[in-house]
């Protein structure tokens, strides 16, 4: 433990990127530690995921405060930073579709919701949606004009790379292992790939650990009361151009939001949803690509790596989404990609907070969707929180 660094980052998701970018970009020193060879295609939420950029209306200030005011930030400074680093992304605009009586009634308390978060919404009815995707069956709907879609892993390759060129050092294929309390920080302990370890002085860790942020936090604290319950999303995808049925124009299409219960307790769902894709070998920036995916099917995964395995029958996504996408039909469907979401058990929010172990550990604990929206503003808030500690310790800082 012959050495001493300022700031170790745990993870360089799209979070981890972020984070130790803002940092080093205000002259601190900044480690990365990630045990995955790549950062772009992996087994992290941040390479599977579905690539939305969320407007901000799903979370209220009530009980998902930092979802809430995080994501309609973060979905602002998002579209600026891939404007100005050329990060393939498309404000397609959302529609949130009802097709019942009750489903008309939920739409209004999301549309009340979207107001108070300052998010721009407008309320469609049958014709007006038609005009907008003329293949989508709907009694009425919330017009997101915010809402787009991004390329995740152009995002986190160009982050990660921002990170590396404002002097962040980074270890790939590095886990950490070990967290102890030490004289003025932490002692943490990396395994290389090579299974040599060693052990340095951090006088801050960030934990940005995704699924196994938990893990992380009982390094330090072994009695943390929080549990990642990883939640396995099946996406399948179309192509918008194969028949006539399936074309859409483009824009994100979401069912009416709703509540699920299971043995595992209960959960919100933004529900099977249609989203369109950026082709990334064209010239332009926000060119559409062909396919569509269609998911996530969410359910308890078996573990924390249940990425293998069969997807569930195209017919159980056909259910979900054919009420307002009729044309779909099973010989449509390709397997897309299976993701985990880093879902925080009996939490509806994001947990940022410190150790109480040592509050030289910053734990962000169950960064599940809308993470990839808002991680350019959980940067920010975090770099807040580490500088308002020096000063106060027991203050948050504003999102
Ligand atoms: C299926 C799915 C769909 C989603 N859709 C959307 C969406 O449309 N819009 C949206 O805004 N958000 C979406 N999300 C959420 C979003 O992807 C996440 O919130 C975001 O990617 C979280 O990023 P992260 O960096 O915190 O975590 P991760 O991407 O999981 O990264 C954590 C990193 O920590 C590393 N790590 C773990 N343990 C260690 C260790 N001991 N040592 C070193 N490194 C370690 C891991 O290898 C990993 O790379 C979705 C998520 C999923 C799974």
Partial sequence: MSYMVEITVVGAGVVGCAIARELARTGREVVLVEKNPGVTRGENQSSRNSGVIHAGLYYDRDT?????????????????????????????????????ETECETLEIYRRRAVENGVPVQLLNTAQVRQREPRVQA???LLLPTSGIIDPAALVARLYHLADGCGVQIFPETRVVKL????????????YRDGAHDTYRSR??????????DDIARLLDPASPYRVDP????????????????????????????????????????????????????????????????????????????????YRPETVFLDAVRPFFPGLQAG????????????????????????????????????????????????????????????????????
């Fill in 64 to 100: 998902r405060p930092l979802k809430s005011r995080l994501c309609v930030a973060g979905n602002r400074m998002l579209y600026r930073f891939c404007e100005e680093h050329g990060v393939p992304a498309r404000q397609t605009g959302k529609l949130i579709v009802a097709v019942s």
């Fill in 139 to 141: 009694a009425a709907a």
């Fill in 180 to 191: 102890a309390p030490a004289p003025e920080g932490v002692a943490v302990t990396l395994e």
């Fill in 204 to 213: 801050i860790v960030v934990n940005a650990a995704g699924l196994y942020s």
């Fill in 231 to 310: 939640v396995r999303s099946e996406a399948m995808k179309f192509y918008r151009t194969r028949r006539p049925e399936l074309f859409l124009e483009g824009m994100n299409i979401y069912p009416t939001p709703r509540r699920v219960t299971t043995d595992r307790g209960a959960y919100f769902t933004v529900g099977v949803h249609l989203t369109p894709t950026l082709d990334s070998a064209a010239s332009g920036r926000d060119t559409l690509g062909a396919t569509v995916t269609v998911g996530p099917l969410n359910r308890a995964a078996r573990d924390k790596s249940d990425y293998g395995g069969p």
């Fill in 332 to 399: 449509d469907l390709e397997p897309h990609q299976v993701g985990i979401q880093a879902r925080l058990a009996g939490h509806q929010d994001w947990v940022i907070e410190f150790s109480p172990a040592t509050r030289r550990c910053l734990n962000l604990l169950g960064i599940d969707s809308p993470g990839l929206t808002g991680s350019l503003a959980i940067a920010r808030y975090v770099r807040r929180m580490l500088e308002q500690t020096q000063n106060a310790p027991k203050s948050h800082p504003s999102a």
